[in-house]
T-cell receptor, first 111, second 115 residues
């Protein structure tokens, strides 16, 4: 079932610029994950942030989590054409380890 | 081997056909999942296998029949599908049920078209 909302639904930026996507959710969570999906193929796990963490970095990715606002953001710095994809957030709750997915953001990087 | 392999990549089938989707992983993961994804939508969970046993069936119609022959293989048997079943079918695995520290590993999916 879908719990989260992501915004924007679509984002188009120039190569080299930073891209920021946001995810909001409705219930208490155990952790929040971000996945990338290229052209309707499989999803690739990017990064996971736990509910007791506020910020996490992995390469050009920076994820923040604000549990008081029930929201997270994914920042991709110095974007590249290869970053063109759909990005989904997914949460898990303590009571249920299933992934609850956001609606996704379609990111287009223009050369 | 750190990947999930799905075959076939594309499948076109008639509404009276019987076909199977296959999924294989050799990472020693003990939880495996089937998801269905429609265009521009997030994945929808269909089935969860935990230690080769079906643990979750998300009210999926009986024309979809999962099977887990062993800890590395997951099949999805298809019979008498409808055109609205056309979608991308994704297989995923995780180290153990409920263990999400490392995320799920997804296959590339099977693009299914029912005609």
């Amino acid at each position: 079932s879908q719990q989260g909302e992501e915004d924007p639904q679509a984002l188009s930026i120039q190569e080299g610029e930073n891209a920021t996507m946001n995810c909001s959710y409705k219930t208490s969570i155990n952790n929040l994950q971000w996945y990338r999906q290229n052209s309707g193929r499989g999803l690739v796990h990017l990064i996971l942030i736990r509910s007791n963490e506020r910020e996490k970095h992995s390469g050009r990715l920076r994820v923040t989590l604000d549990t008081s606002k029930k929201s997270s953001s994914l920042l991709i710095t110095a974007s590249r054409a290869a970053d063109t994809a759909s990005y989904f957030c997914a949460t898990t709750m303590d009571s249920n380890y299933q992934l609850i997915w956001g609606a996704g953001t379609k990111l287009i990087i223009k050369p | 081997d750190t990947e999930v392999t799905q075959t076939p990549k594309h499948l076109v089938m008639g509404m009276t056909n019987k076909k199977s989707l296959k999924c294989e992983q050799h990472m020693g993961h003990r939880a495996m999942y089937w998801y269905k994804q429609k265009a521009k939508k997030p994945p929808e969970l269909m089935f969860v296998y935990s230690y080769e046993k079906l643990s979750i069936n998300e009210s999926v119609p009986s024309r979809f029949s999962p099977e887990c022959p062993n800890s590395s293989l997951l099949n999805l048997h298809l019979h008498a599908l409808q055109p609205e079943d056309s979608a991308l079918y994704l297989c995923a695995s995780s180290t153990q049920p409920g263990e999400v520290r490392y995320g799920y590993t997804f296959g590339s999916g099977t693009r299914l078209t029912v005609v």
